[in-house]
Every structure is written in structure tokens, then in C-alpha cells.
């Protein structure tokens, strides 16, 4: 019984403190991290589960312990830049007195400098995942802004063209330029497709059981 009035009591206050306004800015901090931390977890661990059990070779606990680090890596990266980066807009804003643009660019900049600066596989795939968005979305605003003309007709069958064909194009003549999850993929479906020795490992399997 006293447990339960214990708990109910710090229950009670938790919720409290949650509510109280001028802990916001510190509280949401805090979330992000958390949120952070979920949210790379979710889309790390299918990813490598994938990727790894696709492309990598080795045991089955080595396979387990390489996705285990892969969603780890990618979920405290993100835990620690959401924190780092609100934290940042926080305390700028508290300065100033006020939410100014620059904040968010200024946080996100020494945030990403910070944890997503590394050079890694993850910081690497996550960066350039980046890089095709912000790619986008200035283009879209560049038009909004009316610094380039809306195209008349739809761009994206060009850009579509050009991805591909600088894409393929590098991966035959310069592949070691490319991330290297990248290059496996286009090893598997170009180059591993012209080889076979019988039905097993052209409809079957991709490559040959080791006898």
C-alpha cells in the first residue's frame, strides 16, 4: 500500500512538473532526445536487418551484432542531434528574447558538425539522404521566390534521366566513387545477373551453394 501511494505520489508530481510553462523549452529538449533515439531505432534496425542479411556474409551473430551496432549508431546520432539542436535554439532564443531564422541554421549547423560530422557509413547515408531533400526543396522555393522561372513542362522524367544515367555510368567506370551499400546493390542486379552455371543460380539462387 505504501508503495502504491509512493508511486502514485511521484506520479502525481512528474505530471506536474511536465505542465509547468517555463520548463518548456528544457522538457522539449528532453523529448526530442527521446524522440530521436525512437525514431532512428525504427528506421536503422529494418534497414540493416536487409541490407545485411542480402549483402553481408558471416554467421548469424555476427549478422545480429552488425545490425545491433548499425540501429544503435543511427539512433543515438539522432537522439544526441535533436537534443543538441533544440538545446541550441533554446538558449539562442532566451538571449535574444525571440525566434529568429538563423537560430534553427546556426543550431542545426554546429549540431551537424557535431554528431553527423564523422565520416561513417551511417553519417554517410544519412547525409546524403539529406542532400537529395534540401536539393528539392530549394529548387521548389527558388521558384517560389521567383528566382528561376516556373518550368513549363514537369522537369522530373529529365532529372529522372540524369540521376540515372550519371549513376550507372559511375558505377561501371568509376564505382570506388560510389558509398559502398550502393555499389552492392548495383553489383547484385547488374554484374551478378551475368553469371550463372545452371537453373539453381539463375532463377533460384543468386550465387551457387558452397558444396
Known amino acids: ?22 520548463y518548456k523549452t528544457a522538457l522539449a ?3 526530442g532526445f527521446r524522440n530521436g533515439a525512437v525514431y532512428g531505432a525504427k528506421i536503422r ?12 556474409s558471416g554467421s548469424l551473430r555476427e549478422k545480429f551484432k552488425a545490425i545491433a551496432k548499425a540501429t ?9 542531434f535533436v537534443f543538441t539542436y533544440k538545446g541550441l535554439q533554446g538558449i539562442q532564443q532566451h538571449i535574444q528574447g525571440k525566434q529568429l531564422q538563423s537560430h534553427a541554421f546556426l543550431a542545426a549547423c ?27 526543396a530549394l529548387s521548389r522555393l527558388a521558384v517560389e521566390k521567383g528566382y528561376i522561372p516556373q518550368p513549363k513542362r514537369d522537369p522530373f522524367p529529365l532529372f529522372a534521366m540524369l540521376v540515372w544515367g550519371i ?14 551499400s550502393l555499389q552492392s ?18 532463377l533460384i539462387y543468386n550465387k551457387p551453394k558452397s558444396r
Open 45 to 56: 534496425a529494418p534497414h540493416a536487418l536487409v541490407m545485411t542479411f542480402l549483402f553481408r
Open 29 to 31: 529538449v528532453v523529448k
Open 185 to 202: 546493390s548495383m553489383n547484385y542486379l547488374y554484374h551478378d545477373s551475368n553469371t550463372w552455371h545452371d537453373i539453381t543460380d539463375f
Open 1 to 22: 500500500m505504501a508503495a502504491s501511494g509512493l508511486f502514485k505520489t511521484l506520479l502525481y508530481t512528474v505530471n506536474n512538473l511536465l505542465q509547468q510553462q517555463k
Open 110 to 136: 554546429i549540431g551537424g558538425w557535431l554528431v553527423f560530422g564523422e565520416n561513417n557509413n551511417i553519417n554517410s547515408q544519412i547525409n546524403m539522404y539529406l542532400l537529395s531533400r534540401i536539393l528539392f
Open 72 to 80: 544503435y549508431t543511427h539512433s543515438r546520432n539522432l537522439a544526441c
Open 167 to 180: 549513376v550507372l555510368w559511375l558505377f561501371e567506370y568509376h564505382p570506388h566513387t560510389l558509398q559502398p
